[in-house]
């Protein structure tokens, strides 16, 4: 049996007047690649800032790793890794500066995160780009070292909001292989997209979402099955 890594029920979010998610409904197991597939304005980036606490919702429940999700629950959110939409580094460090700045908000011993920063660069093929400022690096670069910084402590359920958004197609399939490697290595991941393409290239589950609901839920042969009929 595997357990479920994040559940959410009957989730519904207002913004004023906006119906986000409505009633939404979602269980991750552990180990899955799972798609979160949507067109833009369909709720996805609501419903990863509700499962990670950032967000306050109207109604509905969320947990993750098995207890409620709450904003200080950080025994979950230090096994949790965030690539959001947005990329998020800091201008003024490098790439190296980058990732250790964010490994050393969960690791602190020091030769353990020299390791797993080395590890992150290594694994997003930042090498001879590690002393370089973001503002140097092209759109592709710049996805990778978000996802360096989001991923290099380690952690047990990785979530990735649109990463290959205006990426060229080389860091394109760097970065779909790279979620595939993490996979493969342990880590549960949640992948948000627009493009069918990707996420029945690597995920083992999809869920389709529109105006906040869950349309369909399956494999990616169980959903064209669906849609033909
Ligand atoms: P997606 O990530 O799938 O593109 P979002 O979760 O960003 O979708 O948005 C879902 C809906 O909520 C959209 O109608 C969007 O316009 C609205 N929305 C998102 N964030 C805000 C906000 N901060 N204030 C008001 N409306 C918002
Ligand atoms: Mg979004």
């Given at each position: 049996m595997s357990e479920a890594v994040v559940k959410i029920e009957n989730l519904v979010k207002r913004y004023k007047e906006v119906l986000?998610?409505?009633h939404f409904n979602l269980e991750i197991n552990e180990g899955e690649v799972f798609g979160l597939l949507g067109p833009n304005g369909s709720g996805k980036t609501t419903t990863i800032n509700c499962i990670l606490s950032l967000l306050s919702y109207d109604k509905g429940d969320v947990e993750v790793f098995g207890k409620k999700m709450t904003p200080d629950n950080y025994e979950a959110k230090r096994n949790i890794g965030v690539v959001m939409q947005n990329v998020a580094v800091f201008?003024?460090?490098?790439v190296y500066e980058n990732i250790d700045y964010f490994c050393g908000l969960y690791i602190s011993d020091k030769s353990t995160r020299k390791k797993y920063v080395e590890e992150a660069i290594d694994f997003t093929g930042l090498n001879e780009f590690r002393?370089?400022?973001?503002?140097?690096?092209s759109g592709g670069l710049l996805r990778r070292l978000n996802i360096a910084c989001g991923i290099a402590h380690k952690p047990e359920l990785i979530i990735l909001d649109?990463?290959?958004?205006?990426?060229d197609p080389q860091s394109r399939n760097h970065i779909l292989e790279g979620i595939q490697k993490l996979n493969q290595q342990g880590a549960t991941i949640i992948y948000t997209s627009h493009y069918m393409e990707e996420v029945e290239q690597i995920c083992s589950r999809i869920a389709i979402m529109d105006k906040g609901r869950n349309l369909a839920l399956g494999t990616a042969d169980e959903l064209k099955k669906l849609i033909k009929n």
């Open positions: 986000a998610l409505d201008d003024e460090l490098t002393k370089f400022r973001p503002k140097k690096l649109e990463p290959t958004v205006a990426v």
